[in-house]
């Protein structure tokens, strides 16, 4: 999914003339986004990303196993050893995608597999938790993992361009810096998949600023998702690529992480999440702050067990810093992944918020940390638990036509997506690496009644509180 | 696809108040759909069909061979023979589908395979050109017939409630009158798919009427282009299910014949079509009316020969009425069918047009006319040509992401399945019937230089001149 979102109820001042919004952008900005609207704001450019990997003919990867019982690991190792045939083509679609983004003049960082370069430029730089030598990380990867973690930072008015990551030789992790200056923010960035878009000397000049703060945030979550799926499948590696806007400076700042997994296991659920951050500096000087996000599950059967265990954990996390928060997310993110012409939301929910700029900064910021933090223990366990479940052609079938109410949604219904493929310098690829590889439509498709896909239609009918 | 437009492009007056139309359609109801704006009119409400077969497994239908040389016809039968198991699940996508529609309280009628009948009341009525026995019709349908034939029509204040089909009882066409009463219009009516929408005695009182020619030249394009394609696949057979709006009647008429037909085979090219015709009556009692249309054509790998044929037919048909109307109508596909974040056309183009309502009724009638008749012969000999053509799983592959693109721009872009889904009353899954069976999104996928499809691409991107 895309990463920077403007609050659809954020004040009219900050769309005002002297933000020197873009026109298309300032003509999207308006109120009513709030929960009861059934909308969500507008996703300002699109950046986000997303792992897609799909069986091929009888071939498996990752969480996903066509010929029940196919390890994940093996799987990554067939795959890693097929050169470009039909098999390999396949695979493609199954890359993963870590991208850092700048708002203005920033590099973004791509994890595909080896030989799919396009035309745009490629920096490999392969990072893997349990790994190892470089070229056999960059031959791993592909259909191997079914994960998905995006960047978006920028800065208003202060980031500089950021450097492009060298090729990796071998290198576990990004080197933020020379050895002489290794520090506290050092040694975080060795934790993570790439380097921050910021120059590091910037972010060591604001410690406090809450631009890096969240920077920071965001690849620690980035970081977290993938190395927890790599975990889940052994053989997942990544490489990054880095993308630069070369529209220039955005008026604003707008930095978030974003994810779409959509694993091939019809009984392990697809996951989207995103926590964004916004600054917008007003003509007079004032600056207007707000953060956004959500996670939401969309599970092809309804297993209730799943279902208790992701809100509840999604609960706890928001419970930490107030009671009502999360009743009043998990109703927003009904009312917001709503399929109006089917009468079906999307998934099962979750929370969704945004246009949070109260109490303050800080107790905002430790929220998002949390709910941040709640993606791989509301999900990775779900993965784990279901991701070698046997399936048979019919369930593959209905997760097929799920799929395609994923993308009805995305592309009639998220604002995010539309605003984002309809701005001027968005990614296309980014933003629609949200559509799951493959989809189906059938005339008139009709669960039979009392059958398991009945079931979860009907939840995706009428949602369920599923903790209290 | 849909079939009722409106034009964006209409005199504001057809929007007035007097006309009663309803919010929804008068606040979209705005100029600009003319040559160059990109834009099109919206479609009033979802009426449309399509027939989209698809292989499961190794399983291949008519127009289509998953595994080379496996004929339509003993596919046909193949599938005929199916009960309710994953193969048969996979054929109910390739239904047919025949609808009529009326504004006003009239009937549907939906072509689809026997057992798949939703909560929906079903009429059966089988149509065979070369045929036969009920059972025999009813059993051969499923994922024989890769066409598509949609009616929709209503009358402006004039329109009876259409009576339901009785179901077939081995009748090879419908019966429209007794037969003491046989006359012209019920020998035409022979020749139909299904009965027309509006009353015989209606359409008796009226020949001369453009509403009652209209009709009627919508039944027989939909046959031409149901009985051609079963021509291609001698298993086809359409069943028919008539529905009814409960939403009551629309201040307007409007009436149209819409197809879009996806092909298996990714030598076979995708095809839409849709003719329509609109009258609206304006509170001073002055009558407004105009026509609509186009074809455009869909390959997923550029042959320069059928480029030509499927051009020259449609400019054919259009240098009989006027030397300016092919290339004219031709630039205006070229810029509506535009993927505009993907700087591509999703064909190869064909015609468009709006709004038509000069010199005359009859004058514009007959080019529609003309237009609705270049359909057969434009298209049918590619499908004959390609329908056995071998393929590659390489080439499969390219047709999915294709397709993909398809799904792009029809829910993004086309501003009729986009008003269709978003207007109370109208069918969703007539409307999605646009969208293919199966589609695919690859991250980054980019053809290598020179190849097959980097060439279909560069077209594409560059519409060319097919014929002068």
Known sequence: MQIPYLPAAAPQARTGAGLQLPASLAARLRPGARPGSGSSPPKVLGSGSSLTPEPQGSSAGLLDAVVPAVTARSMAWHLGRLSAGPCWRAARGGCGELRAWSARGAARRICRPPGTAGSEQSRGLAHGPSAGGGSRLRTGLAAALAGVAGLAASAFGHVERAEMVPKSSGARSPSPGRPEEEDELSRRCRRFMALPVTDLRELRGRPGDMKTKMELLILE????????????????????????????????????????????????????????????????????????????????????????????????????????????????????????????????????FDDLDSPSKEEVFRFVQSCAQAVVPSYIPLVKKHCNDSFTPQEKLWQQLRRGRYVEFNLLYDRGTKFGLFTPGSRIESILMSLPLTARWEYMHSPSENSKEAEILEVLRHPRDWVR
């Open 221 to 352: 979550t980035q970081a977290q998702v993938c190395q927890a799926l790599a975990q889940v499948d052994g053989g997942a590696r990544f490489s990054v690529d880095r993308w630069e806007r070369k529209e220039g400076k955005l008026p604003f700042c707008a930095m978030g992480v974003s994810s779409v997994i959509h694993p091939k296991n019809p009984h392990a659920p697809t996951i989207h999440f995103n926590y964004r951050y916004f600054e917008v500096e007003e003509a007079d000087g004032n600056k207007q702050w707000w953060f956004g996000g959500g996670c939401d599950l969309t599970p092809t059967y309804l297993n209730q067990e799943d279902a208790v265990h992701f809100h509840r954990t999604l609960k706890e996390a928001c419970d930490k810093h107030g009671p009502d928060l999360y009743p009043k997310f998990k109703k927003w993110c009904d009312e917001y992944f709503f399929i109006a012409h089917r009468g079906e939301r999307r998934g099962i929910g979750g929370i969704f």
